[in-house]
């Protein structure tokens, strides 16, 4: 039977092909030096104005147990273009570099490394696809859920997403970059437990539906949940409510909240509210669900309509409305020489790099310089050493951390960044002179060679 993702120790075969066949070329060219590769995106897409980093520590662990089982590595033979020698190296495979990367939960602009690989040439372009397929992910949905989170303001998110995402690998994996976001809960039973996140939910209309009368739904499932949260909109949303007013005040049954999935949100939940508040249900919340996103969230917010929670599915598991990230693993240094690349429209810095984030007096996020990495400013460096001789240098970054350095972050973040629409004026990011310069002469050089 197939695994519904690979296994751990499948992993190196979860490839490009020409990450396979570049690598055999180097190791037949006898290539050993030393090459820098760095991971970043160009542009945000959309209406962006940051991204939040993360993955990147997480996959800089997993590289350090990277390994091509012998069993994985006679499939691999069984293709054709790989010979003896090579598949013996990839059977002995221990990545022997280091990766330096940002902080989980930073934030992140365009042409800003999240994590640089110095190893040996073959063992650095081995990872490209792995690193790309890996970061990208949890920096899309840890970006998406941020501006959900932030559109919602004092109010409840939760993760209602994992049956329309992209795979199951995605829906798991989705949860710990949403516990990065700041997301309250999630639907999702496997990945609360693996990643130390509330699992919240009501129940399918289709429960409701299999009951004679609404009402009896109700009853029997708050009976069999006490403080549950109870979907009211499966026939008239506001007589869902009034039967759950009465199964409350004549019963004396526990529920939480009252979900509302349809209809005008905003009026429904205003509704909803003045009903529960003159029964003197105070406590009962209103949470609402059904094609949300973060300007659906910011507008019901705007409206002060009464909602306590948003639960947010599709929208926000597919990034929907910016699907990848222009992200690039490219060559930047080998053999202690700067490289590069002249494509029109892909420009790269080249060598290895720092990210300096300035702050005012009052901790006040200012601007960010890319310098070289043997470059020194009195900012705050954001790349980090976390693999050093291919072992891990510290424990597996902490879920909490990352949280509180974005939630520090973006609260350091000027207005307009934070909202909804693309500011009018992105956040500073500048190249040092000592780059631009370095990217110049490399340039002058290329043209000379040609």
Not at 135 to 158: F, I, P, Q, W, Y
Not at 222 to 240: C, H, I
Not at 275 to 299: C, F, H, N, Y
Request: charged fraction near 25%; glycine fraction near 10%; include cysteine.
């Amino acid at each position: 039977m197939t695994a519904p993702w690979p296994a751990a120790d499948q992993l190196g075969l979860l490839t490009d092909l020409y990450e396979l066949t570049m690598t055999q070329a180097y190791y037949a060219e006898g290539a050993r030096d030393p090459a820098v590769f760095s991971l970043f995106f160009r542009a945000l897409p959309g209406e962006r104005n940051f991204a939040v980093a993360c993955g990147q520590e997480h996959v800089a662990r997993l590289i350090t147990e990277l390994r091509f089982p012998r069993a994985l590595v006679q499939r691999l033979a069984g293709m054709g273009p790989f010979k003896p020698g090579f598949l013996d190296w990839l059977a002995d495979f221990r990545f022997s570099g280091e990766v330096r990367a940002l902080p989980e939960g930073s934030l992140v602009f365009p042409n800003e490394p999240l994590l640089e690989v110095r190893a040996p040439i073959a063992e650095g372009q081995l990872l490209e696809s792995l690193l790309m397929n890996y970061v990208n992910l949890e920096t899309l949905l840890a970006s998406k859920a941020a501006r959900v989170v932030l559109a919602a303001g004092d109010a409840a998110v939760m993760d209602f997403g994992m049956r329309r995402m992209h795979g199951l690998e995605a829906a798991w994996r989705g949860v710990r970059a949403y516990r990065v976001a700041g997301i309250a809960g999630t639907s999702n039973v496997l990945g609360a437990l693996d990643f130390d996140l509330p699992a919240q939910g009501t129940l399918a209309h289709s429960y409701i539906q299999a009951h004679d009368s609404e009402s009896e739904a109700f009853r029997r499932y708050a009976r069999d949940y006490p403080g549950t949260t109870l979907l009211v909109d499966t026939y008239d949303t506001l007589a869902g409510v009034d039967k759950v007013i009465a199964l409350v005040r004549d019963e004396g049954l526990k529920v939480g909240a009252v979900r509302i999935d349809s209809g005008d949100l905003a009026e429904l939940a205003r509704a909803a509210r003045r009903r529960l508040d003159a029964a003197g249900l105070s406590a009962i919340k209103v949470v609402v669900s059904g094609g949300l996103d973060e300007w659906k969230v910011a507008a019901l917010v705007a409206a002060g309509a009464p909602i306590d929670g948003f639960g947010v599915g599709t929208e926000m598991g597919s990034v929907a409305d910016a699907p990848s990230l222009d992200f690039a693993y490219k060559l930047t240094e080998y053999r202690g020489r700067p490289r590069l690349k002249t494509s029109p429209g892909k420009p790269i810095y080249p060598g290895a790099k720092q990210i300096w984030r300035y702050r005012d007096g009052d901790g006040r996020l200012l601007g960010d310089e890319i310098t070289g990495a043997d470059e020194q400013r009195q900012g705050e460096p954001l790349l980090r050493t976390v693999v050093a001789g291919g072992e891990p240098l510290a424990a597996a970054p902490d879920a909490d951390a990352a949280r509180q350095r974005l939630r520090r972050d973006l609260a350091a973040l000027a207005a307009p960044l934070r909202g909804v629409a693309r500011a009018e004026s992105p956040y500073p990011v500048r190249f040092s002179d000592a780059l631009e310069s370095l990217r110049r002469d490399t340039l002058a050089a290329l043209a000379g060679e040609r």
